[in-house]
């Protein structure tokens, strides 16, 4: 069988503040020896168990994995019945040299940091702040490098979003006041269920409703601009694995925290990120698009927990873009459609939260639909894996192993994404899928069926619209204030006594500031 090569493994941080208070910490802090301690002795699940929700729940079976059916609630997931990682062994590392040694050889290290220089970098060049004196925050190192000026860093990721710095990544001076202590983690395999025990673990729905819904708003069924893709293609074929390398995205579960019936966007969204990840050919991060937006503001285009159509997704996105899932955590739920529910950020301690106005947005140039077994092979040979619709029936008892009979196939209700085709050793071939159930459920959370199986799919080709370049305006009240790089800082509001600026606006460059910000009048010389 194809679609050997190895998947991303996400453990499961929420499980963490459920289960690990003691051990690793809370919503209030923590640490990450703390937390290589906690796999050492007990594992994590995969993501797809348990959705992080950023507070700390109770630590139950239900709150360590979960799976949510309709009309029936949510129940726990035995031990043995879903994904685990551990971490084999772990220990500190420190000195420059020992961290480079360490993750050269086996891989990214978690560091000690002073946030404060990080909050206002504008993702541009060298965080060169040499004000590290004391540890209040940890990251992760993954590399480092030499900028054009000569400056010796180190790259870094960050936990602040994408909308932050680099794509949520960052790079601050290697050799200054930044001696960084760190851990280090030798994780096992993961270990995965048995095929009994992942069939046990999705019963069967008793009264499946279709999820497959066609809004009134979903008008615009296709925009086509380039040539459809033409065959020959090879007998088999995956975009998880081309010459070992896995060019699929995270895997996903639209049935935690709660029953969702948005297989459509999963299915859709998972296929346009897939295209994304190889097309790109860029170094540049994964880009998740944040489905829960379409739950929010595109009801009547796309759909909603009820039900939706993954051609409306995609004319969703085309229409009005679509952010990475760092600005919008998937919540299973149809919320309101605001600019908080779009991108947000909250403030440390309990303060409110913020919408982000900033932020890259992914868009579709072009979306059709595409049937036939040799048109949906060009078409995902050329450009991708794509959105298809399927009966999940034949789905629900599959133990993982063997291969569906396409022949089963009643009743379109779900959809799903097909990345690839194979052939046996006597001649069958098959689809290879990826579903929305888990990475409990299936073979890792993909499945393969018979050919027999002629589905009707849908296509679309991404394009990232990346978020506007900054610059920081610095201010006494500590605002977080940050203006186009194409424009300038104006002082809006100043102290008479300290004779410095408390706030700012951003005005067009060249202006001459005022008192009350942008004008003509007097210059305020300390923007």
């Known amino acids: 069988m194809q679609n050997n090569a190895v998947r ?18 809370s919503c209030h802090g923590g640490s990450h020896s703390g937390v290589l301690q906690y796999m050492h002795q007990s594992g994590l ?56 040694k360490e993750i050269f050889a086996r891989g990214p290290v978690s ?42 860093f180190w790259y870094g990721r960050n936990s602040w979003g994408t909308y932050w710095g680099d794509r949520g990544w960052f790079r601050i001076k290697r050799g200054g006041s930044y001696n960084p202590d760190c851990m280090w983690g030798v994780p096992s395999m993961p270990v995965y269920p048995s095929p009994s025990a992942s069939v046990n673990s999705y019963p069967r729905v008793t009264k499946r409703k279709s999820e497959i819904v066609h809004p009134k708003g979903h008008t615009i069924k296709s925009v086509v601009k380039s040539p459809k893709p033409l065959g020959p293609t090879p007998d088999s074929f995956d975009w998880c694995n081309i010459s070992g390398v896995n060019y ?29 990840k190889f097309h790109s050919k860029s170094d540049k991060t994964d880009f998740l698009p944040a489905i829960q937006v379409i739950l929010n503001c595109g009801t009547n285009v796309a759909g909603s927990c009820g039900g939706g159509s993954g051609s409306g997704a995609y004319q969703f996105v085309y229409e009005n873009g679509i952010p990475e899932l760092t600005c919008q955590q998937y919540e299973a739920a149809d919320n309101s459609c605001s600019d908080l529910n779009t991108c947000r950020n909250c403030a440390p301690g309990g303060g409110p939260c913020v919408s982000v106005t900033n932020y890259s947005k992914m868009y579709i140039d072009e979306f059709d639909g595409v049937d036939g077994e040799d048109d949906i092979k060009a078409e995902i040979f050329a450009r991708g894996p794509v959105a298809c619709g399927i009966d999940a029936l034949p789905l629900e008892s599959w133990n993982g192993t063997g291969i569906i009979d396409g022949r089963t196939q009643g009743e379109i209700n779900h959809i799903i ?38 589905p009707g799919c849908s296509w679309a080709v991404p394009r990232l619209e990346e ?50 910000g942008c004008g003509s009048a007097t210059v305020i010389s300390y923007y």
């Open 248 to 276: 699929c995205t995270k895997d996903l579960n639209q049935h935690i925290p709660q029953y969702c019936g948005s297989c459509w966007a999963h299915g859709s969204m998972s296929a346009l990120a897939d295209r994304w």
């Open 111 to 152: 560091c000690g940091i002073n946030a404060d220089p990080l909050e206002n970098w504008d993702g541009t060049g060298v965080i060169t702040d040499d004000g590290q004196t004391g540890v209040n925050h940890i990251i992760s190192l993954a590399g480092w490098g030499v900028a054009p000026d000569g400056t010796k």
């Open 45 to 100: 699940p995969d993501w797809t168990c348990q959705q992080y929700e950023a507070k700390d729940n109770e630590c139950t079976a239900l709150n360590t994995c979960r799976n949510c059916m309709p009309g029936e609630g949510c129940f726990a997931l035995k031990n043995g019945t879903y994904p685990a990682l551990f971490v084999e062994q772990f220990g500190p590392v420190s000195t420059d040299d020992s961290i480079m």
């Open 417 to 454: 994404s097909l990345a690839g085709w194979g052939v046996t050793p006597d001649g069958t071939k098959y689809w290879i899928g990826r579903n929305s159930w888990g990475t409990y459920w299936g073979a890792k959370g993909w499945f393969y069926i018979t050919t027999d199986y002629q």
């Open 8 to 25: 991303d493994f996400l453990p499961a941080v929420q499980v963490l503040l459920n289960c690990a208070t003691d051990i690793a910490g």
């Open 467 to 516: 978020k506007q370049p900054t610059i920081s305006c610095s201010s006494d009240a500590n605002a977080d204030v940050t203006c186009p790089a194409d424009s300038q800082c104006c002082c809006s509001k100043r102290s008479i006594f300290k004779k410095t600026c408390e706030n700012y606006v951003c005005c067009a460059k060249g202006t001459t500031c005022s008192q009350d």
